[in-house]
């Protein structure tokens, strides 16, 4: 579509910015805000977050968390920010590259492997001493609980080794299986293929960072270990570790954080 302004009824500041552009729906992702690619005949290209007033928090913090990385990681730099009553909206400037999940990428999974291991390198090696986003372990599990209570888990949605599980089934599990110890970085919080970007196959940067914060490594390592395990086979997950340099990953650790990703 060409100019989908006065349907989706936009704020004026950004009606302005995004005059012109050829709009194009973004299907890939799981966030429930509407995503959409625009690109302009002078060749610039901008994404488009739109997302429902129940959902405006958390496009909120990924506004937060790319203000802090700008400088910091290579992610989306924010161009325009602003909420009104039924919706939030976040335009940011493309970073330039494919994402991860591309079939073109997929069909390089030795090349693929050693991507996301590098992106996830850079990403635990930011220094955190001023980082305000707390995702320990605490306050994940705290915010599952608020999850659940609130009605807000996808039971539908679940893995197929959990299929048939109630959610309260699923949080009594996640309290029996929390691991006694965490190792604190920064972590992107749903590091899975789509999230990682890929130019002239060379990491360009990173997307979805609404849940980047101080975790534990293995936050990120099982999320990508599933997503590679999906897309490619599980058997380049040992490679991925191997390039990562964790050659023998805590087991324990991965599935607490995959069971933990069900709540979100």
Not at 49 to 54: E, L, Q, R, Y
Not at 92 to 115: D, F, K, Y
Request: aromatic content about 8%; hydrophobic content about 45%; charged content about 25%.
């Amino acid at each position: 579509m060409t100019d989908p302004n006065a349907r989706l009824e936009l704020p004026r500041a950004l009606c302005t910015i995004t005059a012109g552009a050829r709009w194009q729906r973004v299907t890939i992702g799981e966030s429930g805000a509407a995503v959409f690619r625009l690109q302009y005949a002078h060749g610039a290209q901008h994404y488009l977050k739109i997302a429902p007033d129940h959902l405006a928090e958390d496009l909120e913090q990924e506004l937060r968390r790319l203000q802090w990385l700008a400088d910091r990681a290579p992610v989306p730099r924010v161009l325009a920010f602003t909420q009104q009553q039924a919706a939030s909206y976040l335009l940011t400037l493309a970073v330039p590259g494919l994402n991860a999940a591309e079939p073109q990428i997929i069909a390089r999974p030795a090349r693929l492997v050693q991507l996301l291991a590098t992106g996830l390198r850079l990403l635990h090696a930011l220094p955190i001493d001023d980082c305000p986003f707390n995702h320990g372990m605490d306050a994940e599990i705290a915010r599952a609980r608020q999850h659940l209570e609130q009605g807000l888990v996808d039971e539908a949605d679940f893995d197929d080794a959990r299929a048939g599980w109630s959610a309260h089934d699923l949080f009594g599990e996640l309290l029996a299986t929390r691991p006694s110890s965490e190792d604190r970085v920064l972590t992107h919080g749903d590091y899975c293929l789509p999230n990682v970007l890929s130019d002239d196959g060379q990491l360009s940067g990173f997307v979805d960072l609404g849940r980047a914060g101080i975790g534990d490594p293995h936050r990120d390592l099982a999320l990508a270990a599933r997503s590679i395990r999906r897309n490619v086979g599980a058997e380049w997950v040992a490679p991925f570790f191997e390039a990562y340099g964790l050659e023998s990953p805590d087991p324990a650790k991965l599935a607490f954080y995959q069971l933990l990703d069900e709540f979100f």
